[in-house]
């Protein structure tokens, strides 16, 4: 009987967590809105397929890391095999009006309300997650970043490449 009471408490547990994720995922991608987050699905969808095709060897999360770590590589002959977004996707990033979102809003003042939806969905969610609300503080303070500081950044906060929002904020940095 007490092994009963400890499983129904283990997937209690597990239930609760699994539906403060899906809230965070619902609130940002209503804020964010619908267009542009099956865009953005769709850059995720693409980035994710190169990985495979760049690190055949490697799980998802560690292809994400190996990225990172590749992208600010001195030794890099190819950056083609970087470029991961197929012609649809490409298409649906600008006319979705999500590369203005993560590249053309004023990112220096969320105080003066300069920030897109993006970075107010984010900002929305960020005390649910160190990495989230630290890269705002970084993005607020900063601005755009240079490829090695978002890496280094990114990397020292130990990302979870199984994170939903984790991984956008890799794909939204690269997706230029």
Known sequence: MQKFHLVLVLILIF????????SRITEFEKMFGERQTNAFDSLVSDFEKNLTKIYPNLTTEKG???YLIDIKSDTITDWKKFDFQS???HAEYYKSGLRNEIYDKDTTS???NNFGNYMTALYEIKDSDSLIKKYLSVRESAGILQN???VDGLLSLNPDFNNYFHKRIVVAEFSF
């Not at 239930?15 to 899906?22: A, E, G, I, L, N």
């Open 110 to 112: 969320l105080k003066e």
């Open 64 to 66: 994400y890391r190996q």
């Open 15 to 22: 239930s609760c967590s699994q539906k403060q994720t899906d």
């Open 87 to 89: 012609k649809r996707t």
């Open 148 to 150: 090695t500081m978002i």
